[in-house]
């Protein structure tokens, strides 16, 4: 019998003093009976009645036999999994309450000393901060939305309990990134990571917690927690007009993590940044940042901290791709309407990453919206773009679709280059993925991404390549203390050429990488200092270095095929993030990585102490399937560590070091599509680097700027590069054509930023050098004299300026000005005749430069009018790349003219490319 009386609110949070009189004995038996008919039950067969809230019942099902026990103990298992307990009060009367004890007695010595208080009796210190919930509250916190958390035990001595959870966008559903959460008046505070999570460690009681965030409604909740729980945020967008701000973090990220040389780029703060033909593009925006370059206009790849292109480890939702660039370089494969943020780490890697040496870019596409059916798209004079979300489960899950694609055949026409005017070229992508929240304690995502090129320079061949993954992650929360995700995924990367000329020389080329990789992490917070991160990975590689089949009957190219190559790269890692005391935090890390290069192949085995060449091959070996050829590997460190100088005053130190068996064979300049990646074995070292770095971090003015300078120093092994004159493509004794030496890259990064105001951006200046040392006792082998030599893409001076302007909430311009030091080059110096025939001598590698380069790029933005109910929201740019015209070169080559040799450079965009971009999101 259900009974609701008001006498029951006066025992909520507050002690009751009285004896419980014998418990009597029960027996009886359920099945699956709702909880109110179990408790009914109860009274028929006792002189109890029960005293309730029926709310607190529905949907609650009993199911369990009692013969001849306590009633206590009924009442024990039919609540043990709710956040309701009981009270006996005497033989007739029985109360329920939702989270929280009556209790019956004082502790010992109640009016003694404090100390014994709190030992026999811990709760009794909170019940100052739960009964104002019950007996009165204070007018500022009138209103507030009440959450409770946990049950509450009586012979639990905790103080503390562990609250997490979301914070999710109340409208559309996605997880709301770096968002400031803090509990008033208790010096406790966090900020939600990429997916929108947060945990925080809470003393039992009411905790008044406040929620902060660009673009999001300030929120105030009261959280009653009893223990271990978890709260989902649904917070509002703002209304309020706000400043454009451009790659913001959160409003202390900068200052207050232990993690040197990470930056955070959040896609929507980067649509107003003027870049070439109009498209938004998230890896272009990233070079505009102190520490991260490329070769040249129109070169992909990226060069970071001095480090290769090859050296980054460049991921999708957790996949790895191998060439992130459309379009001869000019455009990034990955579509920013589908991208969320990407993360970069370029000093301090986290211990779950490796295999790379000089970053990570971990890149996070956006979830689906579970609300709504949802889209975006923009049309542009290179491409056209376009992404639809739709809810497949309400709340739960949901599916979206992107893709883009270009009708770029005219701009080749209008670039200075006489080979790129009659050329064409064409890409798509496309990219799916699936997110379903299943319950409170497992979610699952599935990422689908496909990228294609194809262009044709010349008239008798055609260069395609593509990039192709496929990635599912499980996250399961274990308790609130511990969660795993579980991490599926597999690449591919291919390039083909296709040869079709006027003399019998036809062919067909192809080449293809795949990687699959294992990964399973976990998270475990115990309370109080520490945050422990934790798991195993494994990656299978499988290179087919190349084949070349003739082209039509007539051809006359002889079939051709690189034997396969692969590797198995397997490791342990584990982190921990220790908070030795409000100013000191150390993020300590170690990776220990086991590499095997696996058969079946053939490897040659050269004389000891003499060039690798075929008059210095001694015999080849053969390896069965699977059979291991060689093995390499060992720890990797990771450690860094924030010291406050000031609350908005911080400075940073980190050493790391790693390996990588993978490598790039190149001697272009920059990246090309025909590029090949070999594997680690009896021939060919790991690569290894070492880097340490020191840095300062400010927050001025309430965190309106930032400043931030770091320096670093870099140390690598065994660095991949090639001979004079090697032969890199469809090689079958790769070995004999290129060389292993050393690295040395250092430099200092400065970055001010204005995050507020009518103007708003940011001002990079980065020294750096870069230097490799190809030594050996063999002439053959050694390059520059075996001394030091600045590498293809060391340029010391790069500066960056991005500034943007609001004239009102609709109308804003935008200026992006790029100054870097011309690359180095190597040039001709002189020529002589031998046999009747003339050659050319060439300087030391890489002696001179090209000119210097720099751009300015201006662009004025319109979005459309603000009306919340409308079908879709405008936005309009206006730019133009290039501005001053300038001629900036992307290469420099030689042609003998009359016995003279002249020198001839190439540009990419030689002239001001105006653009008009419209996009709609609804």
Do not use: C
């Not at 694609?405 to 496309?430: G, K, M, P």
């Not at 180095?824 to 210097?852: L, Q």
């Not at 290039?882 to 001839?904: C, H, M, Q, W």
Request: aromatic share 12%; charged share 25%; glycine share 8%.
């Amino acid at each position: 019998m259900k009974r609701v009386i008001i006498v029951f609110l006066l025992f909520m949070g507050m002690q009751y003093v009285g004896a419980q009189t014998e418990v009597p004995r029960i027996s009886v038996s359920f099945a699956n009976t709702p909880a109110e008919d179990a408790l009914s039950e109860i009274e028929s067969k006792t002189s109890y009645s029960f005293f309730y809230l029926s709310d607190w019942l529905k949907g609650l099902r009993v199911t369990g036999s009692f013969q001849d026990v306590p009633i206590s103990t009924v009442l024990e298992s039919i609540f043990k999994d709710t956040v309701l307990n009981y009270f006996i009060m005497d033989s007739e009367r029985i109360y329920l309450m939702q989270n929280n004890q009556i209790y019956d007695a004082l502790p010992n010595d109640f009016f003694g000393a404090q100390e014994q208080v709190e030992d026999d009796f811990p709760q009794y210190d909170q019940l100052q901060d739960i009964g104002p919930l019950f007996v009165g509250s204070d007018d500022n916190n009138r209103g507030l939305q009440v959450v409770k958390i946990g049950r509450e035990n009586r012979n639990s001595r905790r103080r503390s309990f562990t609250l997490n959870g979301r914070a999710l966008n109340a409208r559309s559903g996605q997880p709301i990134p770096d968002l400031a959460i803090i509990v008033e008046g208790k010096d406790i505070g966090t900020s939600t990571n990429a997916n929108g999570n947060y945990s925080l460690e809470l003393p039992i009681g009411e905790n008044i917690i406040t929620t902060r965030g660009l673009g999001i409604e300030e929120s105030r909740t009261k959280v009653i927690l009893y223990n271990d729980g978890s709260h989902d945020f649904q917070l509002d967008e703002s209304v309020e007009a706000l400043d454009e701000v451009v790659v913001q973090a959160n409003i202390d990220r900068n200052v207050e993590t232990a993690i040197t040389g990470v930056t955070l780029i959040e896609v929507e703060k980067i649509k107003n940044i003027p870049l070439v033909l109009g498209e938004r593009d998230v890896l272009k925006a990233a070079i505009t940042l102190p520490g991260i370059t490329t070769a040249g206009e129109g070169a992909s790849g990226y060069n970071v901290r001095g480090g290769r292109t090859d050296q980054n480890l460049i991921l999708l939702d957790n996949g790895v791709i191998y060439n992130p660039s459309h379009f001869f370089g000019i455009f990034s494969a990955i579509n920013p309407f589908t991208t969320g943020a990407v993360e970069i780490f370029k000093g301090h890697i986290p211990a779950e990453f490796g295999g790379r040496l000089s970053s990570v870019f971990d890149i996070t596409s956006k979830d689906a919206n579970t609300e709504k059916f949802a889209g975006e798209a923009s049309i542009g004079p290179v491409t056209s773009n376009i992404v639809l979300e739709t809810p497949i489960i309400k709340d739960k899950a949901a599916l979206m679709v992107g893709g883009r694609a270009t009708y770029s055949d005219w701009i080749l026409e209008t670039l200075d280059d006489e080979q790129l005017n009659n050329s064409t070229a064409s890409f798509f992508d496309v990219l799916a993925k699936y997110n379903h929240t299943i319950n409170e304690n497992n979610e699952i995502k599935a990422t689908g991404y496909f990228s294609r090129d194809e262009f044709s320079i010349t008239s008798d061949s055609i260069f395609d390549y593509s990039n192709r993954l496929v990635s599912l992650g499980w996250d399961h929360k274990f308790s609130e203390k511990t969660t795993g995700s579980l991490i599926l995924s597999n690449s591919e990367y291919r390039f083909g050429i296709e040869f079709d000329g006027e003399s019998n020389n036809d062919f067909d080329l192809g080449y293809k990488n795949n990687e699959t990789e294992f990964k399973y992490r976990m998270k475990y917070i115990p309370g109080g200092k520490h945050t422990l991160d934790f798991g195993i990975a494994s990656k299978l590689y499988v290179v087919d270095p190349g084949n070349i089949d003739p082209l039509g009957a007539d051809s006359d190219v002889s079939s051709l095929v690189i034997p396969r190559e692969k590797g198995l790269e397997s490791a342990v890692f584990i982190s921990d993030s220790y908070k030795v005391n409000d100013k000191l935090l150390i993020d300590m890390g170690l990776r220990f990585s086991f590499y095997a290069a696996l058969g079946a192949g053939q490897q040659r085995i050269y004389q000891d102490n003499a060039p690798r060449n075929s008059g210095t091959l001694v015999e080849t070996q053969e390896f069965d399937e699977n059979e291991v050829i060689e093995t390499f590997g060992g720890p990797e460190v990771r450690l860094s560590a924030r010291y406050f100088l000031a609350p908005d005053f911080s400075v940073k130190a980190s050493v790391n070091n790693a390996f990588q068996y993978i490598h790039t064979l190149s001697n272009n300049t920059t990246v090309s599509p025909t590029d090949t990646w070999k594997l680690s074995d009896l021939n060919i070292k790991p690569q290894e680097a070492y880097q340490a770095s020191l840095g300062f971090y400010k927050n001025f003015d309430g965190n309106k700027y930032e400043l931030s300078l770091e320096g670093y120093y870099k140390e690598q092994r065994n660095l991949l590069d090639y001979k004079v004159g090697a032969q890199l493509l469809l090689n079958e004794a790769i070995e004999q054509e290129v060389l292993q030496g050393d690295g040395q890259a250092y430099g200092v990064e400065f970055l001010v930023k204005k995050n507020e105001g009518k103007l708003n951006g940011w001002l990079g200046y980065t020294y750096s050098r870069s230097f490799v040392k190809l030594d050996s006792e063999f002439n053959e082998e050694r390059i520059n004299n075996g001394e030091f030599f600045p590498s293809n893409f060391d340029k010391p001076h790069d500066i960056s300026v991005v500034a943007n302007y609001k004239f009102t909430r609709r109308f804003s311009a935008s200026a992006n000005f790029v100054y870097q030091t011309g690359r180095p080059v190597t040039f001709p110096i002189g020529s002589f005749a031998f046999n009747n025939s003339e050659f050319v001598f060439y300087s030391d590698r890489n002696k001179f430069r090209i000119p210097d380069y720099y751009r300015l790029d201006l662009s004025f933005n319109m979005e459309g009018n603000h009306k919340i109910k409308k079908f879709a929201h405008s936005f309009w740019s206006f730019s133009i790349y290039n501005v001053l015209g300038r001629n900036n070169p992307y290469s420099v080559f030689f042609v003998t003219e009359d016995g003279d040799i002249k020198a001839f450079q190439s540009s990419i965009f030689a002239i001001p490319v105006p653009t008009i971009t419209y996009n709609f999101k609804f």
